[in-house]
C-alpha cells in the first residue's frame, strides 16, 4: 500500500530555532501534499495544502511567514518552522494521496516542542 | 462548507461488545467520499474505512461496517466483536469530489475495557 515517510518524529530545540519537517511519499506520485497540526485530544488541524512547483494554499489563520512550505518534487514537500516560539509546540503531521477521492496517507508525524 | 460532528466525544464498552460511532454532516454536494480514520495512541492515522456516496451499499471491513445514510446525512461506524487494540480516536472525514482536502469530525475517544 501507499506509504508516506515522515521525518524527524520527535523534536526538542530552543526558542528561535528554525525547524524543517520532511514528508516523502515513497511509492507513489503526490502533486498534493496536506500538513495539519494537532493539539492534545483534539483533532486534525488543516494547516496548509502544498501543490507540487507551485506556491501552498494556507488556511485561514495560519502565518505563513511563520511556517514555509515547499514542494520541490513529486515525492518531497516540507514544512520549516521559522523563528519557533513555545507555542508552536505541538504535534504536525503531513499526508498524501496520489489522486482525488482516494483515502489520504499520513506520515507518523512530529512531536515538535520549543524550550 | 462541509462540516463533520462526532456528537460522542468519549465512549467505553467491554471487549468483545459491539460498538457503534456517530457521525453526521453537512454539505450541498451531491457527490463525495466518506471515511473514518483511527489514531492510537501512537498517533500514527490508520484508515479503517471508506464510503462513494454513489453507492447506497454500506462499506464493511472485516469486524466494522458503516451505515451510510445519504438523506439524513449520517455516516455511523459500527465494531463488531472489540478488541482491545480498537482502543484509539476514530475520525469521521468528508470529501468532496474532484478534491483531495478532508474535512475532520472532532473525533471520538473510544476505549475497550479487558
Same mark, same amino acid.
Given at each position: 500500500?501507499?506509504v508516506?515517510?515522515?521525518?524527524?518524529?520527535?523534536?526538542? *530545540?530552543?526558542?528561535?530555532?528554525?525547524?524543517?519537517?520532511? *514528508? $516523502?511519499?515513497?511509492?507513489?506520485? %503526490?502533486?498534493?501534499?496536506?500538513w495539519? $497540526?494537532?493539539?492534545?485530544?483534539?483533532?486534525?488541524?488543516?494547516? %496548509?495544502?502544498?501543490? =507540487?512547483?507551485?506556491?501552498?494554499?494556507?488556511?485561514?489563520?495560519?502565518?505563513? @511567514?511563520?511556517?514555509?512550505?515547499?514542494?520541490a518534487?513529486?515525492?518531497?514537500?516540507?514544512?520549516?518552522?521559522?523563528? %519557533?516560539?513555545? =507555542?508552536?509546540?505541538?504535534?504536525?503531521? *503531513?499526508? %498524501?494521496? @496520489? $489522486?482525488?477521492g482516494?483515502?489520504?496517507?499520513?506520515?507518523?508525524?512530529? $512531536?515538535?516542542?520549543?524550550? | 462548507?462541509?462540516?463533520?460532528t462526532?456528537?460522542?466525544?468519549?465512549?467505553?464498552?467491554?471487549?468483545?461488545e459491539?460498538?457503534?460511532?456517530s457521525?453526521?454532516?453537512?454539505?450541498?454536494?451531491?457527490?463525495?467520499?466518506?471515511?473514518?480514520?483511527?489514531?492510537?495512541?501512537? !498517533?500514527?492515522m490508520?484508515?479503517?474505512? !471508506?464510503?462513494?456516496?454513489?453507492?447506497?451499499?454500506?462499506?464493511?471491513?472485516?469486524?466494522f461496517?458503516?451505515?451510510?445514510?445519504?438523506?439524513a446525512?449520517?455516516?455511523?461506524?459500527?465494531?463488531?466483536?472489540?478488541?482491545?487494540?480498537?482502543?484509539?480516536?476514530?475520525?469521521?472525514?468528508?470529501?468532496?469530489?474532484g478534491?483531495?482536502?478532508?474535512?475532520?469530525?472532532?473525533g471520538?475517544?473510544?476505549?475497550?475495557?479487558?
Open positions: 500500500g501507499a508516506v515517510s515522515q521525518h524527524p518524529s520527535r523534536v526538542i *530545540c530552543k526558542s528561535g530555532t528554525s525547524v524543517k519537517i520532511e *514528508c $516523502r511519499s515513497l511509492d507513489f506520485q %503526490a502533486t498534493t501534499m496536506f495539519y $497540526r494537532q493539539f492534545p485530544k483534539q483533532s486534525l488541524m488543516l494547516m %496548509a495544502t502544498s501543490n =507540487e512547483g507551485s506556491k501552498a494554499t494556507y488556511e485561514q489563520g495560519v502565518e505563513k @511567514d511563520k511556517f514555509l512550505i515547499n514542494h518534487s513529486l515525492t518531497l514537500s516540507t514544512l520549516t518552522v521559522t523563528s %519557533a516560539h513555545p =507555542e508552536d509546540s505541538s504535534f504536525y503531521i *503531513c499526508s %498524501a494521496s @496520489d $489522486r482525488d482516494q483515502p489520504q496517507h499520513f506520515g507518523d508525524g512530529t $512531536r515538535l516542542s520549543i524550550l | 462548507a462541509q462540516t463533520v462526532q456528537s460522542q466525544p468519549e465512549m467505553s464498552v467491554q471487549e468483545a459491539t460498538v457503534t460511532l457521525c453526521t454532516y453537512d454539505t450541498s454536494e451531491s457527490n463525495y467520499y466518506l471515511f473514518w480514520y483511527k489514531q492510537p495512541p501512537s !498517533r500514527q490508520i484508515l479503517v474505512i !471508506r464510503q462513494e456516496a454513489y453507492k447506497q451499499q454500506n462499506a464493511t471491513e472485516n469486524r461496517s458503516v451505515n451510510f445514510q445519504k438523506a446525512k449520517s455516516f455511523s461506524l459500527k465494531i463488531s466483536d472489540s478488541q482491545l487494540g480498537d482502543t484509539a480516536m476514530y475520525f469521521c472525514a468528508f470529501m468532496k469530489q478534491a483531495q482536502k478532508l474535512v475532520f469530525g472532532q471520538t475517544r473510544l476505549t475497550i475495557n479487558p
